[in-house]
């Protein structure tokens, strides 16, 4: 089953095929998304990856959280499913 995992403090610079290349180092990537803002279009510096198995994800935690990646130390650890939340539609009050 896959496990998806948090990736914080990446480099402004970090792409998605960067990423992948890191973590299919430790196992299968099913995917692979970092969050941009909707309006700037600036990543937010942190992303999800989704690793084929737990195994695989266990093994991809230990050998990137922590580990310097485009001159960041990532934190990696197993992701919360917390449900989204609804945004606003606008400033009418």
Excluded: Q
């Excluded at 403090?9 to 960067?18: A, F």
């Excluded at 960041?72 to 009050?93: H, S, T, Y």
């Amino acid at each position: 089953m896959a496990k998806k995992l948090y990736v914080g403090n990446l480099s402004y610079n970090t792409t998605e095929d960067g990423l992948r290349n890191l973590f299919s180092g430790f196992g299968a990537v099913a995917s692979v998304k970092i969050i941009f803002d909707r309006e700037t279009g600036n990543s937010k510096g942190f992303g999800f990856i989704e690793m084929s198995g737990d195994d695989e994800a266990v093994a991809a935690i230990a050998g990137t959280n922590g580990r310097e990646y485009d001159g960041r130390k990532l934190r990696v650890n197993e992701a919360m499913d917390k449900p989204r939340r609804e945004r606003g539609g606008g400033g009418n009050w």
